[in-house]
């Protein structure tokens, strides 16, 4: 009987061991994005403010009494190579859910392996206007596809005001990059300026890594265009600012939020002054944004953060995705997606206090112009137009 109970005693305990050993594990999660390349301060940025949120929330004892383990990939802004990360990240690496990925390409490259796998993704980074609208109901019953960051549409329409509505100008040229993230703002671009009843009298393209847009603008400046209307990445951006000057012409220079980018604003330098811009973060916002601000810089060491506007985003998809979890009482991909868009508890953000952010239906934060602002380089500093 003795050494019944003894038996019965050792197997109990191995249970109870077994058991919290598993509650000990971690919950992995997916981060990848450009960690080299021309889009790379954004994407360490980006990864920086995930790395914070995530110790954050370690030290506060985890989710569901587990920690969080980031599992982070470079996918070098690279479509093909995003595809590939996330097919690691879901098949090897096992993660329940992933963040992350900057440009809009590589997020269309990936997307459908996250779904397939009915595993969530909360991205900061890329805006092109399908992003979201891949998998929706009714075609899916299930989108696993949710964003944090301005759609290109609503930018759009925010630069066409800028130009038309509120400047007043008829004649405009767009000059976009060849990727997929110029070339479907433009597509935004031309839409957003038709309502308006105007049409850009140039529209231009140029390639990644571009030197010399003295072409591009030549056509802008015969064509008599009174403001530069862009979409592309930060240092071909400069190069279009700098070109102007070198050709003695100068008009405004309105176009989506790459233009707050460093690698834009310190390749142009004094060129850079005055460009106008779509933001959805403010850094004296609320006390959570300040708060980030300070750790961000403390925990770091640098004097500002390089992309500020991609890493206020991404910190806060960390705390989106806890707030399912702990809500779903799960890791499994289809309760925390249904969590996602069914958020019970109101969660403290960088952006905002974010109260019920998606439903089944609508996996935008953003649906309309109300939540963003417009944002100017002055002194070198992305500051809010006061005006507005």
């Given at each position: 009987?003795?050494?019944?109970?003894?038996c019965?005693?050792?197997?109990?305990?191995?249970?109870?061991?077994?058991?919290?050993?598993?509650a000990a594990?971690?919950i992995?999660?997916?981060?990848?994005?450009?960690?080299t390349?021309?889009?790379?301060?954004?994407?360490?940025?980006?990864?920086?403010?995930?790395?914070l949120?995530?110790?954050?929330?370690?030290?506060?004892?985890?989710?569901?009494?587990?920690p969080?383990?980031?599992?982070?990939?470079?996918?070098?802004?690279?479509?093909?190579?995003?595809?590939?990360?996330?097919q690691?990240l879901?098949?090897?690496?096992?993660?329940?859910?992933?963040?992350?990925?900057?440009?809009?390409?590589?997020?269309?490259?990936?997307?459908?392996?996250?779904?397939e796998?009915?595993?969530?993704?909360?991205?900061p980074?890329p805006?092109?206007?399908?992003?979201?609208?891949?998998?929706?109901?009714?075609?899916?019953?299930?989108n696993?596809i949710?964003?944090?960051?301005?759609?290109?549409?609503?930018?759009?329409?925010?630069?066409?005001?800028?130009?038309?509505?509120?400047?007043?100008?008829k004649?405009?040229?767009?000059?976009a990059?060849s990727?997929?993230?110029?070339?479907?703002?433009?597509e935004?671009?031309?839409?957003?300026?038709?309502?308006?009843?105007?049409?850009?009298?140039?529209?231009?393209?140029?390639?990644?890594?571009?030197?010399?847009?003295?072409?591009?603008?030549?056509?802008?400046?015969?064509?008599e265009?009174?403001?530069?209307?862009?979409?592309?990445?930060?240092?071909?951006?400069?190069?279009?600012?700098?070109?102007?000057?070198?050709?003695?012409?100068?008009?405004p220079?309105?176009?989506?939020?790459?233009?707050?980018?460093?690698?834009?604003?310190?390749?142009?330098?004094?060129n850079a002054?005055g460009?106008?811009?779509?933001q959805?973060f403010?850094?004296d916002?609320n006390?959570?944004?300040?708060?980030f601000?300070e750790?961000?810089k403390?925990?770091?060491?640098?004097?500002?953060?390089?992309?500020v506007?991609?890493?206020?985003p991404?910190?806060?998809?960390?705390?989106?995705l806890?707030?399912?979890?702990?809500?779903a009482?799960?890791?499994d991909?289809?309760?925390?997606?249904?969590?996602?868009e069914?958020l019970?508890?109101?969660?403290?953000?960088?952006?905002m206090?974010?109260?019920?952010?998606?439903s089944?239906?609508v996996h935008?934060?953003f649906?309309?112009?109300?939540?963003?602002?417009?944002?100017?380089?002055?002194?070198?500093?992305?500051?809010?137009?006061?005006?507005?």
């Open positions: 009987m003795s050494r019944l109970l003894s019965i005693g050792i197997t109990a305990f191995a249970a109870a061991f077994a058991f919290n050993a598993q594990d971690p992995k999660i997916g981060l990848s994005g450009p960690f390349g021309g889009s790379s301060p954004m994407g360490i940025s980006m990864r920086d403010a995930v790395r949120a995530v110790d954050e929330v370690n030290k506060s004892g985890g989710v569901l009494g587990r969080l383990q980031l599992i982070e990939r470079d996918d070098e802004a690279k479509n093909e190579r995003g595809a590939q990360v996330a690691e879901i098949y090897k690496e096992n993660v329940v859910a992933s963040l992350g990925v900057i440009n809009t390409g590589v997020m269309l490259a990936s997307a459908r392996f996250y779904q796998a009915k595993i969530p993704m909360i991205t980074g805006t092109g206007t399908t992003v979201t609208k891949l998998f929706q109901p009714p075609e899916h019953p299930a696993y949710f964003r944090v960051s301005l759609p290109d549409n609503i930018q759009a329409e925010m630069i066409a005001e800028e130009a038309v509505g509120r400047r007043g100008y004649k405009v040229a767009i000059l990059d990727s997929n993230y110029g070339q479907l703002g433009r935004d671009m031309v839409a957003a300026l038709e309502k308006r009843g105007v049409k850009p009298v140039a529209v231009e393209k140029f390639n990644i890594k571009d030197v010399d847009m003295t072409p591009q603008l030549l056509r802008a400046k015969s064509a265009a009174e403001a530069i209307l862009t979409y592309g990445v930060g240092p071909e951006l400069a190069q279009i600012a700098n070109g102007m000057t070198k050709l003695g012409w100068r008009v220079m309105i176009g989506s939020h790459t233009l707050s980018m460093p690698n834009f604003i310190e390749t142009a330098g004094a002054e460009a106008v811009f779509p959805t403010v850094a916002a006390p959570k944004a300040k708060a601000i750790n961000f403390k925990t770091y060491k640098v004097e500002r953060i390089a992309a506007g991609w890493a206020a991404a910190y806060d998809t960390v705390y989106l806890v707030a399912a979890i702990k809500q009482g799960s890791t991909g289809a309760k925390v997606r249904e969590a996602l069914t019970n508890d109101k969660v403290e953000g960088t952006l206090t974010y109260n019920k952010p998606f089944k239906d935008e934060l649906t309309d112009p109300s939540k963003a602002v417009m944002s100017t380089i002055k002194n070198g500093e992305v500051v809010k137009i006061s005006s507005r």
